[in-house]
């Protein structure tokens, strides 16, 4: 029950990061991409740690990856582990964005599908990215 509670609030805080740095991304990019990504690491850590000692499986292959996530402390690891990083790309993003010059409405596209789906979200904002950023020179100057 404790685990399942852990994912919950790890999902709120995460979620309402995600729509902060869509709606206000000046005002929070800068601070956001250490403070809730490091605070999901801090909880990671914890999950891994108590999760892993003699925990069945490894690395090795699927099968065994399949059985380290057989109890519920290691799904919250592993979940938590995706929602620290993939907010600390989509921070990245909307600062990478905003040093390059392109436009926060056509970044936004790209950190939903961060958020949802991780590579794919960061794929799509390479291209963007490659398609809208301004000279950087432009946007010192501006």
Do not use: K
Not at 88 to 113: K, M, N, S, T
Not at 117 to 126: A, M, N, Q, R, S
Request: glycine residues 8%; contains cysteine.
């Amino acid at each position: 029950m404790f685990d399942a509670q852990l994912f919950q609030y790890a999902n709120l805080v995460a979620m309402l990061s995600w729509i902060a740095l869509a709606v206000q991304p000046r005002r929070v990019a800068l601070w956001l991409r250490f403070a809730v990504p490091g605070a999901l690491a801090l909880l990671y850590t914890w999950a891994i740690a108590t999760s892993l000692p003699g925990a069945e499986g490894g690395f090795g292959s699927l099968a065994d990856v399949r059985l380290l996530f057989a109890n519920d402390r290691a799904v919250l690891a592993g979940w938590v582990h995706y929602l620290a990083f993939d907010l600390f790309i989509g921070c990245w993003e909307v600062l990478d964005a905003q040093q390059r010059g392109v436009r926060h409405l056509l970044v936004i596209p790209c950190l939903a599908l961060t958020f949802m789906l991780g590579p794919v979200g960061l794929l799509l904002y390479l291209v963007v990215r490659s398609v809208a950023s301004r000279p950087i020179a432009d946007v010192a100057a501006a």
